[in-house]
């Protein structure tokens, strides 16, 4: 028997550390520090389970026009104090999209 039904999600827009964006983006962080394991460790404290769920990148902004041939800065919000929204860290830096999607039952 097949099921036809996509999978339904719960999307959730984040703005994530670059940290978390290149653990997302290449599930590595190669800087010679323990920034993977922190970072990860936050993550999934964070989202549980749903951290498998997670992928790089966000929704364009409303007045973008890009169809993806080019660059925007839609995905890069740039410096903030807010805690990353991908691990909780509490540290200042750049932000960028993510996202992250739930299974719903
Ligand atoms: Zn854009
Ligand atoms: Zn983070």
Redesign the pocket.
Known sequence: MTDNTLPKFDVHNLRVCGCCLQLIANGEINNGTDDAEVTSAGQVATWGPNVTNMIAGGP??DD?D?DGSTD?D?EDFGFSWSDCEGCGSALGGDRYAATVLIPLP
């Open positions: 364009h902004g973008c890009n925007c839609c």
